[in-house]
């Protein structure tokens, strides 16, 4: 049975299950997507743009789908957001305080996983396990929890400098990744955290795996552009990141 949906368009949401199910979120409602894995499906695009955070309608998005104003003054599109070890909301403004208070000043983790391959990056306490599946990754591990998001960052640069800090979504997609032993890693990158922040390091974290609702996977990966085709019919066969 078909079933037509619309609206404006935002970062699925998920569920830790096994496999992951996924929810395509219109308007932010979840409508169930996991179960439309080996159907067809068409994506239309209606021609409107509209900012996530002030609703406006503009031409282009910036960032994870702002307006420009929204994109430059907003705490939560600083620098910060890509670079932590670079957080300086406690000295802005008020708006950047209370945006410190609530997402800076509380407890982060650092963490590998692996999506294309092994990879450290850094997140919230309350964005796991949503963070690895949002990366595709098939197996992640807690490495150190830290007080404050500007410590995760300087752990993170240091750390960047041994393996990636990036994912490439092609080769994530392609599933082509290798059995990795996250207890060796675990050892050599604790031995590489800076000695003033090596008292954050956690040994004992277990490994957390994830499988995703995926039939069959193609030999090329490519990518449409709805700027330039405008819709697309296409059978959706898994769905992973």
């Not at 998005?61 to 599109?77: K, M, Q, S, V, W």
């Not at 909301?89 to 305080?97: I, L, T, V, Y």
């Not at 963070?131 to 990754?137: C, E, S």
């Not at 954050?200 to 957390?208: D, F, I, Q, W």
Request: aromatic share 8%.
């Amino acid at each position: 049975m078909s079933i037509i949906i619309s609206g404006q368009l935002q970062k699925m949401t998920h569920e830790a299950n096994t496999p992951i199910q996924y929810f395509l979120s219109l308007n932010n409602q979840p409508y169930p997507l996991t179960s439309r894995v080996g159907h067809q499906v068409t994506i239309r695009y209606t021609g409107t743009i509209s900012c996530i955070e002030c609703g406006r309608k503009i031409k282009k998005t910036y960032g994870d789908g702002y307006c420009f104003p929204c994109a430059r003054d907003l705490p939560e599109n600083d620098i910060c957001s890509v670079r932590p070890e670079k957080c300086q909301h406690d000295k802005g403004n008020e708006a950047d305080r209370a945006f410190y208070e609530k997402y800076c000043n509380i407890d982060h983790f650092v963490y590998l996983s692996q999506t294309s391959g092994v990879k450290v990056g850094v997140t919230r306490h309350f964005n796991i396990p949503s963070r690895w599946i949002d990366q595709g990754a098939v197996k992640a591990l807690i490495i150190a929890k830290v007080p404050r998001r500007i410590l995760s960052g300087q752990i993170e640069v240091v750390l960047a400098e041994q393996i990636s800090d990036k994912t490439n979504w092609r080769k994530m997609l392609l599933g082509e990744i290798g059995d990795v032993d996250f207890s060796a890693i675990r050892e050599k990158m604790i031995q590489c955290i800076p000695e003033r922040l090596r008292k954050y390091a956690l040994y004992e974290e277990e490994v957390k795996s994830f499988a995703y609702p995926v039939q069959s996977v193609p030999s090329k990966i490519s990518s449409h552009n709805l700027d330039k085709e405008g819709e697309f019919t296409e059978k959706l066969t898994g769905i992973k990141g």
